[in-house]
């Protein structure tokens, strides 16, 4: 092996980029950078029939809008049939694999064997060390590695520490079917050798799996790279993780308005961690992040937890970014058609909006949502709270204000606020029996950023215009 270290993401294109697929492939890039060294894409696509190139550009585009990119060109493993065929011939010659002639009635009663001696299904062996010459004709075989019998293969994992295998619990596994294709086995351990892969992060549902495949490193003559099996996540009632937890695709918290900095954060939190640090920026991870500090066991997914990340990294951001942001989700956002169309019109305002408007959101959509009363036409829909603010005196305290906001010039936010407080004081109102109303008018809404933020990033004339719609 080189000094350099080399991970690998190895998803199967049979559908998009889940949350925990999107985790394994931050921990190897994490992994990388903090090492100097690399992370290579490979894609899993020897399951044709389940395989698709719309899943391929789903994991693609969800690695980079997650800011993961990858080192030198992606990798199909389909493309590599004819190599792993060569490394199965070259494995028989060096006799450590044989061709089996099996038929499926000899394999279906070897498990029904099995089964009522009460032992877990294994092949047999009954063509391990058989002349080739006693071949039945018409059979096409299987290749089958010639696993040792005896002892134990060890895997030195850095998340689980030493696992030991009995060999005798693993067989002589296929690594080339009778139709000539490779299995999912010798193929990724193929793969991973020429690739110069060091280290393996994957979940740990293929721990087992690194048994059969150090088997195949040592039969090669190869390096086994160094393991690390990470635990999956589960939902926050323990069980694994399913749709109505969030086994979602990236794509799907693209649209619930997540910043990737905040899922970036969010995912590596969850499973490993540094100190009591929560909140880490991504140099933060990079400069901290080893995989023998992954926890052992399964992390639990917390939307609460993810919106409270997410909103401080909103809080954080630059303005003009948000903004930015938000034009980029808002085609994919239900019923916000008629913002789009606005957006260009209203880019100027919405950044001028954006620090009264961000202290509150969690979410992107939140941001659009308390923005909508930049993109609202005149005359506003008034939801059922500000329609029910907008009581007969509160029109009459609106007619009034309206007349004092008329003679204010300077349209900023100190001069609004005094001009609105000198209003409430002199009619013996308190400061929240014209805000609300005002409130209601300027935005058709009961909640907003604050009233005089509202004011000065609507504009004089828009303000008056919406305050004159509700006393008229």
Known sequence: MTGEVVTRFAPSPTGFLHIGGARTALFNWLYAKHTGGKMHLRIEDTDRERSSQAAVAAILDGLKWMGLEWDGDVVSQYDRVDRHRAVAEELLAKGNAYRCYASQEELTEMREMARAEGRPPRYDGRWRDRDPSEAPAGVLPVIRIKAPQ????????????????????????????????????????????????????????????????????????????????????????GAKLSKR?????????????????????????????????EIMSTEDMIGWFDVTDVNKGAARFDFTKLEAVNGHWIR???????????????????????????????????????????????????????????????????????????????????????????????????????????????????????????????????TSPGVFDVLAVLGREESLARIRDCVA
Request: proline share 4%; aromatic share 8%; net charge negative.
């Open 150 to 237: 005896e002892g134990e293969t060890l895997v030195r994992d850095a998340v689980q520490g030493d696992v030991r295998f009995p060999n005798k619990d693993l067989d002589d596994f296929i690594i080339l079917r009778s139709d000539g294709n490779p299995t999912y086995m010798l193929a990724v351990v193929v793969d991973d050798h020429d690739m110069g892969v060091t280290d393996v992060i994957r979940g740990d549902d293929h721990l087992t799996n690194a048994a059969r495949q150090t088997v195949i490193f040592q039969a090669m003559g190869w390096d086994v790279p160094k393991w690390a099996h990470i635990p999956l996540i589960h939902g926050p009632d």
């Open 245 to 277: 937890h969030g086994a979602l695709g990236i794509e799907a918290y693209r649209a619930m308005g997540y910043l990737p900095e905040a899922l970036r954060n969010y995912l590596a939190w969850l499973g490993w961690s540094h100190g009591d640090d």
């Open 316 to 446: 954080a951001a630059e303005d003009a970014y948000l903004v930015d942001s938000i034009e980029a989700l808002l085609p994919e956002l239900d019923g916000k058609q008629e913002i789009a169309a606005r957006y260009e019109s209203r880019r100027a305002q919405l950044l001028a909006a954006m620090p009264g408007l961000k202290e509150r959101a969690k979410t992107l959509v939140e941001l659009v949502d308390s923005a909508n009363y930049l993109f609202a036409v005149r005359p506003l829909d008034f939801d059922e709270k500000a329609a029910g603010i907008l009581t007969d005196d509160a029109r009459a305290v609106l007619a009034g204000i309206c007349v004092e906001l008329e003679k204010v010039d300077d349209w900023s936010v100190d001069a609004l606020d005094a001009a609105v407080r000198s209003f409430a004081e002199a009619n013996e109102l308190k400061l929240g029996k014209v805000a609300q109303p005002l409130r209601a008018a300027l935005t058709g809404r009961s």
